[in-house]
T-cell receptor
Framework: EADIYQTPRYLVIGTGKKITLECSQT?????MYWYQQDPGMELHLIHY???????EKGDLSSESTVSRIRTEHFPLTLESARPSHTSQYLC??????????????FGPGTRLLVL | KNQVEQSPQSLIILEGKNCTLQ??????????LRWYKQDTGRGPVSLTI?????NTKSNGRYTATLDADTKQSSLHITASQLSDSASYICVVTDRGSTLGRLYFGRGTQLTVWP
């Protein structure tokens, strides 16, 4: 069982609110990721980080921002939530495995509903 | 365009039966292929990982196969249990970038009935 945590697990908020989704891992992994997943659809990478003070945008355009001040912490922030942001947000961290590249460990996800 | 296609989209089987899920990909250059299990409302959990030189990898009742020539993989579940009900996601990594970019399939939704 991977030690990666996300809070809150569920969040219902009104349009225009600022929210921060928390993600923490205790495995000392340098690489961390945020994915967005709609029901029955594939995961889409929205942000990633190679380490402290390193953040990059992923494939899917997102109005969210991230920060990486500490290795174990990778929060995602929406300055002004909209109904189109309703989705599940998954955080992951990864470690190198011999001959096989990386293995990603996922958190339990945050289900966000914006009214 | 790099893609990962999974079939069937959904599958219902009776407890105790076997089933096979398919994954076809066009990702190149290929690095590795993983199968994940995602329970409803949870994050994906890795089941198997295979590199180019590996044809078969087992994890308990789960057996994954890889044919790198035809770019196909399958996940076979033996003697299914109710707890196997989940979405099974095929993920392919390329080795053409520093990130080792991951390409996700949409998953096969498996339901096991008693």
């Amino acid at each position: 069982e991977a030690d990666i945590y996300q809070t809150p697990r569920y969040l219902v908020i009104g349009t225009g609110k600022k929210i921060t989704l928390e993600c923490s891992q205790t495995m000392g992994h340098d690489k961390m990721y945020w994915y967005q997943q709609d029901p029955g659809m594939e995961l889409h990478l929205i942000h990633y980080s190679y380490g402290v003070n390193s953040t990059e945008k992923g494939d899917l355009s997102s109005e969210s921002t991230v920060s990486r001040i500490r290795t174990e912490h990778f929060p995602l922030t929406l300055e002004s939530a909209r109904p189109s942001h309703t989705s599940q947000y998954l955080c992951a961290s990864s470690e190198m495995v011999s001959r096989g590249g990386e293995t990603q460990y996922f958190g339990p996800g945050t289900r966000l509903l914006v009214l | 365009k790099n893609q990962v296609e999974q079939s069937p989209q959904s599958l219902i089987i009776l407890e105790g039966k076997n089933c096979t899920l398919q994954c076809n990909y066009t990702v190149s250059p290929f690095s590795n292929l993983r199968w994940y299990k995602q329970d409803t409302g949870r994050g994906p959990v890795s089941l198997t990982i295979m590199t180019f030189s590996e044809n078969t990898k087992s994890n308990g009742r789960y057996t994954a196969t890889l044919d790198a020539d035809t770019k196909q993989s399958s996940l076979h579940i033996t003697a299914s249990q109710l707890s196997d009900s989940a979405s099974y996601i095929c993920v392919v990594t390329d080795r053409g970038s520093t990130l080792g970019r991951l390409y996700f399939g949409r998953g096969t939704q498996l339901t096991v009935w008693p």
